[in-house]
């Protein structure tokens, strides 16, 4: 699976827009883009994922540049209970390859401010 | 998430006595998943499993001893527990027309 590269750290102005970026440079061409997050002490969730194309769903809405080097997922109206750690994970499909194991990162740290 | 369940939450366990984790689902998935989580490391893949008696090792298997008699129950066992296995465990599944994983609440293990 494609390494991914995100920041640390981010925070969020509370009622504003988070933009979360994932860098994944090796990404193959029957690899997804799959975002999870974690808030403290909780099981990781499932967000959101794409190939290639824009998605969006009632959680968040992913950007995938042409090249698929990168991607951002954007969090429209930031609350403080989005506050968790978001992992940018990139792998083939969940629906294939015989183990359909998740690799996690260190992921990004978002404090959404009040 | 409704559909997974992990027992206990929480355990105390002294060093050298074995411990098993249970992890329940009732979305008849087949794929069934173990992840520790440390600070600094992030979540690891203890063990994994594709089917009924079919299991295999992930990156931290050391230790662990894993088992599926059922679809519904993936259980993991310490067979001698030590400080190092003290974490918080997380169970997964997932599905073969699943796009996502879904994580169970964890179980938080200390070893004294």
């Known amino acids: 699976d494609a390494k991914t590269t995100q920041p640390p750290s981010m925070d969020c102005a509370e009622g504003r827009a988070a933009n979360l970026p994932c860098n994944h440079s090796?990404?193959?061409?029957?690899?997804?883009v799959y975002w999870y997050r974690q808030i403290h002490s909780q099981g990781p969730q499932y967000i959101i994922h794409g190939l290639k194309n824009n998605e969006t769903n009632e959680m968040a809405s992913l950007i995938i540049t042409e090249d698929r080097k990168s991607s951002t997922l954007i969090l429209p109206h930031a609350t403080l209970r989005d506050t968790a750690v978001y992992y940018c994970i990139v792998r083939v499909a969940v629906s294939s390859g015989s183990a359909r194991q998740l690799t996690f990162g260190s992921g990004t740290q978002l404090t959404v401010l009040p | 998430d409704a559909g997974i369940t992990q027992s206990p939450r929480h355990k105390v366990t002294e060093t050298g006595t074995p411990v098993t984790l249970r992890c329940h689902q009732t979305?008849?998935?087949?794929?069934m998943y173990w992840y520790r989580q440390d600070p600094g490391h992030g979540l690891r893949l203890i063990h994994y499993s594709y089917g009924v008696k079919d299991t295999d090792k992930g990156e931290v298997s050391d230790g662990y001893s894993v088992s599926r008699s059922k679809t519904e129950d993936f259980l993991l066992t310490l067979e001698s527990a030590t400080s190092s296995q003290t974490s918080v465990y997380f169970c997964?599944?997932?599905?073969?027309?699943?796009?996502?994983?879904?994580f169970g609440s964890g179980t938080r293990l200390t070893v004294v």
């Open positions: 997964a599944i997932t599905g073969d027309s699943s796009y996502g994983y879904t």
């Open positions: 979305e008849n998935h087949r794929y």
């Open positions: 090796t990404i193959s061409g029957n690899e997804y």
